[in-house]
């Protein structure tokens, strides 16, 4: 954790945050990561956890990690295997001990500087939920054409299953207010891509409905795991989702 000198005007118990990154074959970017977030963190005057969760340590990310003077702030949890991005934040969230705990993706196709947007929007509204967007009309994305359309046609089929009020259910960039998390943690099932559909599924079947959408600055930097397969496994998963709602 880091603490450093507060303003007198700021909140503690808002600005105490855990931010889990989840991270599988990330070894190339992993070191600029990690640095980008801490930058970026330390430019709030807060306290704050990064906790970086190796979801299968096939590249040595950990390793290359631990190595880094730099970044022994960073807490390291590493997983037997690849489990899927939701079991890793799971994992994550069962460890973070901050009272807004989010996260936010590895591989340097999100920009950091939307964090600090983040919990403004969720300070200022008093905000469940802030949840990163594609579609918020100050966001700047990047994005090759099959991308954009996977991303409007999954709204589109989440929209007319679920009905919930977020235009973009899947940036990875969220952040909770921790009650939200402990009380949603017990019933989260899904292990993949459509975990981020799930979070808000399941915080509006509890009532966690203040949900905020912030800009983000999305560069699509080629090295993603979303490919076909991982395309019909969320669409399996989310039409489970579906009758396990209903």
């Given at each position: 954790m880091f603490l450093v000198a507060l303003p007198a005007w700021y909140n503690l118990t808002y600005m105490d945050l855990s931010l889990v990154m989840p991270s599988f074959k990330q070894a190339p970017t992993i070191r600029e990561d990690l640095r980008n977030l801490t930058r970026t963190l330390n430019t709030l005057h807060i306290l704050y956890e990064i906790i970086l969760v190796v979801d299968g340590n096939i590249d040595s990310t950990a390793e290359i990690v631990r190595n880094e003077n730099d970044?022994?702030?960073?807490?390291?949890?590493?997983?037997?295997?690849?489990?899927?991005?939701?079991?890793?934040?799971?994992?994550?969230?069962?460890?973070?001990?901050?009272?807004?705990?989010?996260?936010?993706?590895?591989?340097?196709?999100?920009?950091?500087?939307?964090?600090?947007?983040?919990?403004?929007?969720?300070?200022?509204?008093?905000?469940d939920i802030v949840i990163g967007s594609k579609r918020h009309p100050l966001s700047v994305i990047t994005y090759p054409i099959v991308r954009r359309l996977y991303s409007v046609l999954y709204q589109i089929i989440n929209q007319m299953l679920f009905h919930l009020h977020a235009r973009d259910t899947q940036v990875g960039a969220k952040v909770f207010r921790k009650e939200v998390i402990e009380t949603i943690l017990p019933h989260i099932q899904i292990n993949r891509f459509a975990f981020d559909l799930e979070l808000l599924v399941l915080a509006r079947h509890f009532r966690y409905t203040h949900i905020i959408e912030s800009p983000v600055k999305i560069r699509h930097a080629f090295r993603s795991t979303i490919n076909i397969r991982s395309v019909l496994e969320t669409l399996q998963d989310t039409i489970k989702l579906y009758f396990r709602e209903r």
């Open positions: 970044l022994a702030h960073v807490r390291i949890e590493v997983l037997s295997r690849n489990y899927g991005k939701g079991y890793a934040l799971k994992h994550g969230f069962s460890k973070a001990h901050g009272n807004i705990t989010g996260f936010i993706d590895a591989g340097g196709d999100i920009d950091y500087s939307c964090v600090p947007v983040m919990l403004d929007l969720m300070h200022f509204s008093n905000a």
